[in-house]
T-cell receptor, first 116, second 113 residues
Framework: AQSVAQPEDQVNVAEGNPLTVKCTYS??????LFWYVQYPNRGLQFLLKYITGDNLVKGSYGFEAEFNKSQTSFHLKKPSALVSDSALYFCAVRDFPSGGYQKVTFGTGTKLQVIP | EAQVTQNPRYLITVTGKKLTVTCSQNMNHEYMSWYRQDPGLGLRQIYY???????DKGDVPEGYKVSRKEKRNFPLILESPSPNQTSLYFCASSLRGQGDTIYFGEGSWLTVV
């Protein structure tokens, strides 16, 4: 069974400092990995995804993520945090379909607090 | 504008009173799904559909029903709601599967008293 772990419920970072939100995964095949952001009272917005190719993926709002197959990780990063980045971040994995199975598993979310 | 639309956005209902949360997408997506979001549990998949008339259970299907009679619509039905179904619900869609980006609706807050 596939799974996603976000080990930190909350991450605090000072504005202007680099940020990292951690995600590890477990799948039986090749993973498709996603990061989403949720602002208060809103739906989830897509940030970036890894399908194949370059391990460093660049996405929206200056975010990037690094796929590490040996460590089964897909950490979200940004070189310089903004107060407006404060939100809830979700990592998700979609396993390579076998027989058309299309389950998507989300992590429990990490609240990012950027301190002015 | 490409979007996933779900209604109602907010609903308070009583135990046992059947309700339907509608979901519609205008992107001609084949894949649609429903999630519930609960504190500390993240998003959990309720049901998904890979195309018209093709649906399957997710992680937490108990107490829910779905149907996919048209490609654009994927309603979530609570036949006899109970208080433990109080949650924030999201409808989502993607073109097909695999690496396709998943698009979410704005969410429906459901309270069952």
């Amino acid at each position: 069974a596939q799974s996603v772990a976000q080990p930190e419920d909350q991450v605090n970072v000072a504005e202007g400092n680099p940020l990292t939100v951690k995600c590890t995964y477990s799948v039986s095949g090749n993973p498709y990995l996603f990061w989403y952001v949720q602002y208060p009272n809103r739906g989830l917005q897509f940030l970036l995804k890894y399908i194949t190719g370059d391990n460093l993926v660049k996405g929206s709002y200056g975010f990037e993520a690094e796929f590490n197959k040996s460590q089964t990780s897909f950490h979200l990063k940004k070189p310089s945090a903004l107060v407006s980045d404060s939100a809830l971040y979700f990592c998700a994995v979609r396993d390579f379909p076998s027989g058309g199975y299309q389950k998507v598993t989300f992590g429990t979310g990490t609240k990012l607090q950027v301190i002015p | 504008e490409a979007q996933v639309t779900q209604n109602p956005r907010y609903l308070i209902t009583v135990t046992g009173k059947k309700l339907t949360v509608t979901c519609s997408q205008n992107m001609n997506h084949e894949y649609m799904s429903w999630y519930r979001q609960d504190p500390g549990l993240g998003l959990r998949q309720i049901y998904y559909s890979m195309n018209v008339e093709v649906t399957d259970k997710g992680d937490v299907p108990e107490g829910y029903k779905v149907s996919r009679k048209e490609k654009r619509n994927f309603p979530l039905i609570l036949e006899s709601p109970s208080p433990n179904q109080t949650s924030l619900y999201f409808c989502a869609s993607s073109l097909r599967g695999q690496g396709d980006t998943i698009y979410f609706g704005e969410g429906s807050w459901l309270t069952v008293v």
